[in-house]
C-alpha cells in the first residue's frame, strides 16, 4: 500500500445535489495499468442515504463506456475505478493546462430497484517526464572577424514536450566563460528568441572558433535540462598588411658581381590565410630613379630576391635607395615596403668574410620543438684588414634568431621564439657583418634552416560533416562515401589510417588507406531512414594522434512495398435515380515507401475496366473517387460488385487488389400498377337487393419499389361517390356497399379509384375507373291460370341451358391452363417466382391462388333463390420472358418473367 501511494496522489471532491451526485478525482498521467484512481461506491455517499443490503447489492458500470475511450474500467462491484491504460497527458489534451475526462457512473440494484448516476470527473495532471530538446544538438555558425560589436547570431528554441508552463522551459543560460558573446532569451508572441551578440571585437589570427555551450532548464520538481553546442567560426578578412623584418636594409654590393649574384633575400610575412597570405614583391612603381634600378636589378615576385641583372660599371652611382612593395592576393590588397640601400664597393676594398656552420649535423634540420636559447649555428667573421679597418660588428635579419658573442670566438645563433614548421619549414638566416673603414664595408651571408617536424598535429578531416546515401535492399560492399583528413606534419607523422568504431562495423566497412566506406549491411529504410556514425583519422606518429567526423547517412528508398487499402473491402450505399456524376465515395491506401513510390493512384482490375455504363455505371478517377457515369435503378439492380486496384508511381509499379460492393437504396421512383380495374375489364354489378356491407369487388394493384413505405398501398374513391353508395378498404382495397339507395332502373356509378403509395416526402399514385351498375331484382314471374304448365317447362330450361353453358366455359378454361403449364413446363420453366399484390386477405379467405391470373374473375351476386343469376367471365393472359447475362454476377444468366393477365411480374 505504501508503494502505491508513492506512485500517484488523489484529490478527491464529492458534490451532491437534489438530482445529482458530481465526484471529482485527480489523477497524475503515466501511471501504471490498474492505479486506482477512486472507490466511486464509498466517495458517493449513497450508504447515507440507504439501508447497508441495499448499498451492498449496488452494481456500478459506465453509462456510455466510449467516453471513457478505453482509459478506465470499474469493478462492477466494489466501484473501485481502475486505469485501463498508461495515460500520456499530451497525447490525451495537448498544451492545454486542464485535462479532464467526464462520464457518468451508473450504481444500480438489481435487487432493490434502486438507479443512481454518479457523474465523475478525472483530472489529469502532469509530471515532468520531458526534457527540454533542441532542434539540434550541435549548430555551425560563421562569423566575419570584421563583425561589428552588437552583431547577432539568431538560434532556434528548445521544445518542451510537457504540457503544463510549470514543467515547460524556464530558462535559458549560456555556460561557456570567457567568450566575445553575451547570449540573451526574450520572450516574444511567437516564443522565445535566443540570441547571441558580439560584445567584444574577434580576431581570427588570435582565436579562430568559438565552442559555446547553450542550456535550456524545465520547471519540474526536479528540473531536466537540454544542451545546445553553437561552434562560431571565424572567417578570415584581410586585415593584416604583409610586414619585412626590417624597415630599412642596408647592403654593399662590389663593384665586380657578376650578373646574377644575390644581392638580398627579402622576406615579408602576413598573418591571414589563403589568398590574404599569399605575398609578391616588386619593386615600387613610384620611386625615383626607377629606370635605373630595373636596369641593374631584378627581384623575383615569389622569392623576394634581389639579384644583379646586368654588370656595374665604373660609371654607376655609388647608392642606390631601392623601394620594394610587399602585397598579399586579398581584395583589395594590402601593401607594405621596406627600403634597401645598396652601396657599391670600390674592389680595392677588402670587406669582412662570413661563414655560418650549422649544429644541427648533416641534415641540418632544427627540430621545431627546440626550446628558445637554442644554439643552432656558429658565426666566424674574418677581415684581413688591419686598424679600424679591419674592427668588425654582425648583426642578424631575422625575428626568430638572434646573435650573441663569444670572446675571441665570432658569434652564436641562438632562437629568441618558439618555432612552428607548420608555419614556416624554413627560415632564411641572414648574418650582415661590417667593418668600421671609410666607407665601411659589410658581408652579408645568407643560409637556409630547415625545420624538422614533429608529431604535434592531429589529422583534420576536410570535412566536420560528411552528408552521404544508399538505396535500401543494397548489396554488400556497395559504396557508400569517401572521407579524407589530412595532416599538417610531415613523414610518418602525416600518414593517415581510416578506423569506424566497433558498433559501426556491423553496418559498414572503411578501407584503412583510402577512407572508402562499403556497406556491410543490407538497409531497409522502413525500418531506419537515417544513421549518425563517428569515423576516425589516425596518424603514425609516437604517440599517435586521432581526429574525428560524423557521417550522417540516409536511407534513401526502393520502391519495395505494395499499397496497402485501409479496409479489406470497401462498402458505399448510393440512392438510385440521382443522375451520372455522384459521388459514390472514395478508395483509400497507404504506402510504406515514400515519393513517388508512395502516390497511389486507383483504377478498376482488368477485368472490369472499358465495360459500358449498361455493365458498370461507375467511373474511378487517379484519386480514388467514385462517381456514377448514368441513372441507377434499383429495381434495374440492387447491388453492384467489381474490384479495383491501387498502383504506386514507383519503378517497377506494384498494384494490389480489394473489392467495391455497391448498394443502391430505393427511392420512390415507381407509381402502384392496378391490375383491376383494366381499361377492358372495369365493370361490376350489385343488386340492389345486396345486403348493407356486401363486398362489391376488391381492387388489385402492386408496386415494384422495396418493401416498406415505398411499397405499401393505399386504395380510396376520389370522384364518382358523390352519393355516399360504396365504400373503400383502405389498405385492403376491397368496395363495400355503404348503404342501401333506391333506383327504378339499373344505375352504374363511375368510380374513380386511386391508389397511392405510403411514401410521405414522395408519395406515388394511379388512377383508374371502375363502374358499379346498381341493378334492379328481376320482375316476381306471374303465373297465369290458363298457361302454368308452360312457364314451367321454360323456367326449367333456361336453369338447365345456363348450367351447361357454365359447364363448358369451366372445362375450357381448365384445358387451356394446363396447356400453357405443358408449355412452360417444356421451356425450363421449373422455379417461376410470382409476386402477390399488395392485398390483405378477405375475412375468411386465402390469397389469390398463383395458379390462376389475377384476372380470372368471378363477380356473382345471389339475390334470393327466386332471382335470376348472372355470371360473367374476363380472361385475359400474356407472357414475356427474357434471359439476359450481366458480367458483374460472374456471366450469372438471369431471367425475368412477366405474366400479364392481372400483370404478375417476377424478377430474379
Known sequence: ???????????????????????????????????????????????KNMTPEVFQSLRYSFLDQAKTDDLFRIDNEAGDLLTNAVI???????????????FDVAA?????????????????????????????????????????IGTTIQLDEALDLDSTSQNGIQSYTMITADSPFLFSATKTSEGVSLQLKLKSAINRENIDNYELIIVAVDGGSDPRTGSLTVNVEVADENDNSPQFYRDVYDVSLREDRDVGFQVIQLTATDKDIGANGQVAYKFNVRQSFLAEINEYFMINETTGKITLKNKLSQNTKKRFNITVDASDQGKPPKVSQCIVRVSIIDVENNKPVVRITLLSGSTGAISESSSVGTVIAHVTVEDSDSGSNGIVTCQIA????????????????????????????????????SDQGLPPLSTLSTIVVPIADV????????????????????????????????????????????????ESKEKLAINEDTGVITANYRFDRENESSYSLLVLAVDKGDPALTGTATIQLTVSDENDNKPTFTVPMFQFFVMENMGPQLKVGSLSATDLDEGNNQKILFDFHPNFKNLPSSQMPFEILPSGSISTRRDLDREDRNKYTFDIV????????????????????????????ITFPLFSNQTVSVSQLAKIGTIVTQIRAYDLDETGPNSQLRYSISAGNEKDVFSIGETSGSIYLKRTYEITKNTPFKLRINVSDMNVSH???????????????????????????????????VVILTIVLSAVIITVIIILRRNDQKLL????????????????????????????????KVTSIVDSPRKKKGVSFTFEEETTQIFYSDPMDQGQVREVVVLTAGRTIHRS
Open 398 to 433: 631575422s625575428d626568430h634568431f638572434q646573435l650573441q658573442t663569444v670572446l675571441n670566438r665570432g658569434y652564436i645563433v641562438v632562437i629568441s621564439q618558439p618555432l612552428d614548421r607548420e608555419l614556416s619549414d624554413k627560415y632564411n638566416l641572414s648574418v650582415e657583418c
Open 455 to 502: 608529431n604535434d598535429n592531429a589529422p583534420l578531416f576536410y570535412k566536420t560533416l560528411y552528408q552521404a546515401s544508399i538505396r535500401e535492399n543494397n548489396a554488400f560492399g556497395d559504396g557508400v562515401t569517401q572521407v579524407l583528413a589530412k595532416d599538417r606534419d610531415l613523414g610518418q607523422n602525416s600518414e593517415i589510417r581510416y578506423i569506424l568504431p566497433l
Open 646 to 673: 491501387a498502383i504506386d508511381q514507383g519503378i517497377p509499379r506494384l498494384t494490389s487488389t480489394s473489392r467495391v460492393v455497391v448498394y443502391v437504396a430505393d427511392q420512390n421512383d415507381n407509381k402502384p400498377f
Open 763 to 797: 408519395m406515388q399514385s394511379s388512377f383508374q375507373d371502375l363502374t358499379i351498375v346498381l341493378t334492379l331484382p328481376p320482375p316476381t314471374p306471374q303465373v297465369l291460370e290458363d298457361g302454368g304448365t308452360k312457364n314451367i317447362i321454360i323456367t326449367v330450361a
Open 1 to 47: 500500500m505504501e508503494v502505491l501511494c508513492s506512485l500517484y496522489f488523489l484529490i478527491i471532491s464529492v458534490t451532491t445535489g437534489a438530482c445529482d451526485i458530481v465526484l471529482n478525482l485527480t489523477l497524475r498521467e503515466e501511471e501504471p495499468v490498474s492505479t486506482l484512481v477512486g472507490n466511486v461506491a464509498s466517495l458517493s455517499g449513497l450508504q
Open 88 to 102: 500520456d497527458r499530451e497525447k490525451q489534451c495537448g498544451f492545454n493546462q486542464d485535462c479532464l475526462f467526464k
Open 108 to 148: 444500480h440494484s438489481p435487487v432493490y430497484s434502486r438507479f443512481e448516476i454518479l457523474s465523475v470527473l478525472v483530472t489529469l495532471t502532469d509530471i515532468n517526464d520531458h526534457m527540454p530538446t533542441f532542434p539540434s544538438s550541435i549548430v555551425n555558425k560563421t562569423l566575419s572577424e570584421s563583425a561589428v
Open 825 to 856: 413446363q417444356s421451356k425450363g420453366q421449373d422455379n417461376l417466382v410470382k409476386t402477390m399484390y399488395s392485398l390483405p386477405p378477405l375475412d375468411g379467405c386465402s390469397p389469390p391462388s398463383l395458379d390462376k391470373s389475377p384476372s380470372d
